[in-house]
């Protein structure tokens, strides 16, 4: 099954909100057509303290390499495995990562849609 995640900024009461929103429809009956999983920030400073570019550069090669070790994933990223563990680690942690049977990393999403609002 394809699998989508979006990523944005919330509040705790936007976030509750949405989530309470989401359970009264499923009361109702209604059910998605597919999935999307969402990851939110409280801001654009602490999105971008966890996403940064050499992340984002990081989820694209992984995604195009498919399931990879961290060793290979470091030396096609032509960096030190160290910060290449440190960064999938985190990546894990926050979900946009995942490890299969085989111990190898893989990105799950063939999407990624971010929406941020420009005024509060």
Same mark, same amino acid.
């Given at each position: 099954? #394809?699998?989508?995640?979006k990523? !944005?900024? #919330?509040?705790?009461?936007?976030? $509750?909100?949405?989530? &309470?929103?989401?359970?009264?429809? &499923?009361? @109702? !009956? ?5 999935p ?12 971008? +303290?966890?996403? @940064?570019?050499?992340?984002?550069? &990081? =989820?694209? /090669?992984? *995604?195009?390499? !498919?399931?990879?070790s961290?060793?290979?994933?470091a +030396?096609?990223? *032509?960096r030190?495995?160290?910060? /290449? $563990?440190?960064?999938v #680690?985190? &990546?894990?942690? =926050? !979900?946009? /990562?995942? +490890?299969?049977?085989?111990?190898? $990393? $893989? ?10 609002r420009?005024?509060?």
């Amino acid at each position: 099954m #394809k699998r989508d995640i979006k990523i !944005g900024i #919330k509040s705790d009461d936007e976030f $509750f909100t949405e989530a &309470l929103d989401f359970a009264r429809k &499923l009361d @109702t !009956g209604w059910r998605p057509e597919q999935p999307v999983e969402r990851l939110y920030f409280e801001d654009l400073p602490t999105l971008l +303290k966890y996403l @940064t570019p050499k992340r984002f550069e &990081l =989820l694209s /090669v992984l *995604h195009s390499m !498919g399931h990879a070790s961290i060793n290979a994933l470091a +030396k096609s990223l *032509h960096r030190q495995y160290r910060n /290449v $563990f440190d960064d999938v #680690k985190l &990546l894990e942690r =926050l !979900g946009l /990562v995942e +490890k299969d049977e085989e111990n190898r $990393f $893989f990105v799950p999403w063939e999407e990624v849609d971010a929406t941020f609002r420009l005024a509060a």
